[in-house]
């Protein structure tokens, strides 16, 4: 056990470092001081512009205006993403926010609908799904609904740089003191190993109790000082990386990510207010840098606004995510590839749980192993809910998706999707960040039909089941027309011109 955690210091302005610096300060406020250390020599990753939607969360406790955050970050609405070409080429399927239909107590709806398939009625399950019906039609509204089953969830797209500037301006309001120096050395207690100070190209020292590594892939603190280690998942999911470029807008904003499949990757499409994000995931086994680039330069629709600029990274997660007195947080913790735009949420969780666990009294071993068991159950079951989308395919044109289909995928996966496959039973373990409704459309949209239903789906007449599922369609459907479009939304709410 270590001395009381007076001052923290946060290594890193990326997303990371001016999150957790946002929500230390919020939360614990003048319990401690808070610290930033950031270089803009070395500058930020400069990628990560979709969400989900418990960043709304942050928004909450940070206490954000939404419209004057809309409009500082140039961001848009998130119902879903679009995934195209997964399954095969020329299909494609969303992954909304959403669920389809309305909660039943003993078998989820999609069993009902399951059986009407059967008798040759019920359509597609996403026509049950407003989130769907939005996104396909492009329109948003703050659905303020007394029927919980028009409930609209959404998260946002926004551009990384406006945004990291956001934090930073709540960040320094609340009191968080800013250091602009590159960390050239790190200095140790010989002891116990213990980080004491951060020491600046220009000499000078920055002390602290507890440190923040937001410091991007390497982990200047959890992996070049500590040695952590790090669990390569590359074999599980083999993509290790990115371009990214951006280019202009297009005149109607859609209301979601896209994720296109190419023949050994997929590329992103982040419709922003004044420009698309774009970037291409891809595995160097199967492309070079220069195909890579051709293919995303290719596919861009609209005219390249950049230059694009590679990202090289590797799947998996430190071991530790907390070691000593030092937490890493973002892209130092680990990365699993923005297919589910799961990092920011990663940031957001590992504060949470240090808030939760907050060691004010000194550090004790016990707080520092919840930490990282919870961590580590995390990122697994992010990681193979990624794992999903690439496994269960039936696409022939590469070797690519075709070795996808020989991954040696862990075991729980193995059973979900054999559980799902047989009789449509979700299995859903406690804390997994994807709900069933998520599991269901990836499962579905990938191509697993169940092959039985749960009986209590037999229980109404076929006339019955009918006019249940009419109904359901038309309560969904009913508020679309009178809804505005994204765009129009944007405008009105935050002046987006
Ligand atoms: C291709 C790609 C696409 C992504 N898309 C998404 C997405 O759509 N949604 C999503 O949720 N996430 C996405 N992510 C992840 C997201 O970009 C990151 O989680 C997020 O940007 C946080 O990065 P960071 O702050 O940890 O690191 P960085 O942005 O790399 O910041 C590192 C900071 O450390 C500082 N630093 C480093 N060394 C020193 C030093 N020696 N001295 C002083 N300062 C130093 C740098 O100046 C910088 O401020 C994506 C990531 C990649 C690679």
Same mark, same amino acid.
């Given at each position: 056990?270590?001395?009381?955690?007076?001052?923290?210091?946060?290594?890193?302005?990326?997303?990371?470092?001016?999150?957790?610096?946002?929500?230390?300060?919020?939360?614990?406020?003048?319990?401690?001081?808070?610290?930033?250390?950031?270089?803009?020599?070395?500058?930020?990753?400069?990628?990560?512009?979709?969400?989900?939607?418990?960043?709304?969360?942050?928004?909450?406790?940070?206490?954000?205006?939404?419209?004057?955050?809309?409009?500082?970050?140039?961001?848009?609405?998130?119902?879903?993403?679009?995934?195209?070409?997964?399954?095969?080429?020329?299909?494609?399927?969303?992954?909304?926010?959403?669920?389809?239909?309305?909660?039943?107590?003993?078998?989820?709806?999609?069993?009902?609908?399951?059986?009407?398939?059967?008798?040759?009625?019920?359509?597609?399950?996403?026509?049950?799904?407003?989130?769907?019906?939005?996104?396909?039609?492009?329109?948003?509204?703050?659905?303020?609904?007394?029927?919980?089953?028009?409930?609209?969830?959404?998260?946002?797209?926004?551009?990384?740089?406006?945004?990291?500037?956001?934090?930073?301006?709540?960040?320094?309001?609340?009191?968080?003191?800013?250091?602009?120096?590159?960390?050239?050395?790190?200095?140790?207690?010989?002891?116990?190993?213990?980080?004491?100070?951060?020491?600046?190209?220009?000499?000078?020292?920055?002390?602290?109790?507890?440190?923040?590594?937001?410091?991007?892939?390497?982990?200047?603190?959890?992996?070049?000082?500590?040695?952590?280690?790090?669990?390569?998942?590359?074999?599980?999911?083999?993509?290790?990386?990115?371009?990214?470029?951006?280019?202009?807008?297009?005149?109607?904003?859609?209301?979601?990510?896209?994720?296109?499949?190419?023949?050994?990757?997929?590329?992103?499409?982040?419709?922003?207010?004044?420009?698309?994000?774009?970037?291409?995931?891809?595995?160097?086994?199967?492309?070079?840098?220069?195909?890579?680039?051709?293919?995303? /330069? %290719?596919? @861009? +629709?609209?005219? &390249? *606004?950049? #230059?694009?600029?590679?990202?090289?990274?590797?799947?998996?997660? =430190?071991?530790?995510?907390?070691?000593?007195?030092?937490?890493?947080?973002?892209?130092?913790?680990?990365?699993?590839?923005?297919?589910?735009?799961?990092?920011?949420?990663?940031?957001?969780?590992?504060?949470?749980?240090?808030?939760?666990?907050?060691?004010?009294?000194?550090?004790?071993?016990?707080?520092?192993?919840?930490?990282?068991? /919870? %961590?580590? @159950? +995390?990122?697994? &079951? *992010?990681? #193979?809910?990624?794992?999903?989308?690439?496994?269960?395919?039936? =696409?022939?044109?590469?070797?690519?998706?075709?070795?996808?289909?020989?991954?040696?995928?862990?075991?729980?996966?193995?059973?979900?999707?054999?559980?799902?496959?047989?009789?449509?039973?979700?299995?859903?373990?406690?804390?997994?960040?994807?709900?069933?409704?998520?599991?269901?459309?990836?499962?579905?949209?990938?191509?697993?039909?169940?092959?039985?239903?749960?009986?209590?789906?037999?229980?109404?007449?076929?006339?019955?089941?009918?006019?249940?599922?009419?109904?359901?369609?038309?309560?969904?459907?009913?508020?679309?027309?009178?809804?505005?479009?994204?765009?129009?939304?944007?405008?009105?709410?935050?002046?987006?011109?």
């Amino acid at each position: 056990m270590t001395n009381k955690i007076k001052k923290v210091v946060i290594l890193g302005g990326g997303t990371s470092g001016w999150m957790s610096a946002a929500l230390l300060k919020k939360v614990i406020g003048s319990a401690i001081d808070v610290e930033l250390v950031e270089s803009e020599q070395i500058g930020t990753v400069g990628v990560g512009e979709a969400t989900i939607p418990p960043i709304q969360n942050v928004n909450a406790v940070l206490g954000i205006d939404e419209a004057e955050f809309l409009r500082e970050t140039q961001g848009t609405i998130k119902l879903a993403i679009k995934f195209e070409n997964w399954r095969k080429q020329g299909e494609s399927y969303y992954h909304t926010f959403g669920s389809a239909g309305k909660s039943f107590a003993f078998c989820h709806f999609h069993h009902f609908w399951r059986r009407a398939q059967d008798l040759g009625f019920g359509g597609s399950l996403w026509d049950y799904d407003l989130n769907y019906l939005c996104a396909e039609e492009g329109k948003f509204a703050k659905i303020n609904a007394k029927d919980p089953i028009l409930n609209l969830a959404y998260a946002y797209h926004f551009d990384a740089s406006l945004y990291g500037q956001y934090l930073r301006k709540l960040s320094e309001r609340m009191g968080v003191v800013r250091t602009e120096g590159l960390v050239d050395k790190v200095q140790q207690d010989e002891q116990s190993g213990y980080i004491t100070a951060l020491k600046l190209k220009d000499g000078k020292e920055i002390k602290g109790d507890l440190f923040i590594d937001c410091s991007g892939f390497k982990g200047l603190l959890i992996q070049e000082k500590l040695g952590t280690g790090y669990d390569d998942w590359s074999h599980l999911l083999p993509c290790d990386r990115a371009i990214a470029v951006p280019s202009e807008r297009f005149e109607h904003t859609v209301p979601y990510t896209r994720s296109i499949a190419h023949s050994a990757g997929w590329q992103w499409r982040i419709p922003l207010q004044h420009r698309n994000g774009n970037g291409l995931v891809y595995c160097s086994r199967y492309y070079s840098d220069d195909e890579a680039a051709d293919i995303l /330069l %290719s596919n @861009l +629709e609209t005219k &390249q *606004i950049g #230059d694009p600029n590679l990202i090289r990274f590797r799947t998996g997660r =430190r071991r530790k995510q907390w070691n000593k007195n030092v937490i890493s947080v973002g892209l130092s913790s680990g990365f699993l590839e923005p297919l589910e735009s799961t990092s920011i949420h990663l940031i957001q969780t590992a504060i949470v749980r240090l808030i939760h666990l907050f060691p004010h009294d000194g550090i004790q071993q016990s707080t520092v192993d919840e930490y990282n068991k /919870l %961590s580590k @159950l +995390e990122f697994e &079951q *992010i990681r #193979d809910f990624l794992i999903l989308h690439y496994y269960v395919n039936e =696409r022939d044109d590469s070797r690519f998706w075709r070795d996808m289909r020989d991954l040696d995928i862990p075991d729980s996966l193995r059973q979900k999707i054999q559980l799902f496959a047989d009789n449509g039973t979700l299995l859903r373990e406690q804390n997994d960040l994807f709900l069933e409704a998520s599991w269901l459309q990836v499962m579905l949209g990938q191509g697993i039909m169940p092959k039985d239903y749960h009986p209590v789906a037999n229980q109404p007449s076929d006339e019955a089941l009918k006019d249940m599922l009419d109904n359901i369609r038309a309560v969904k459907h009913d508020p679309i027309p009178k809804l505005p479009s994204h765009d129009a939304f944007l405008a009105q709410f935050c002046g987006k011109r």
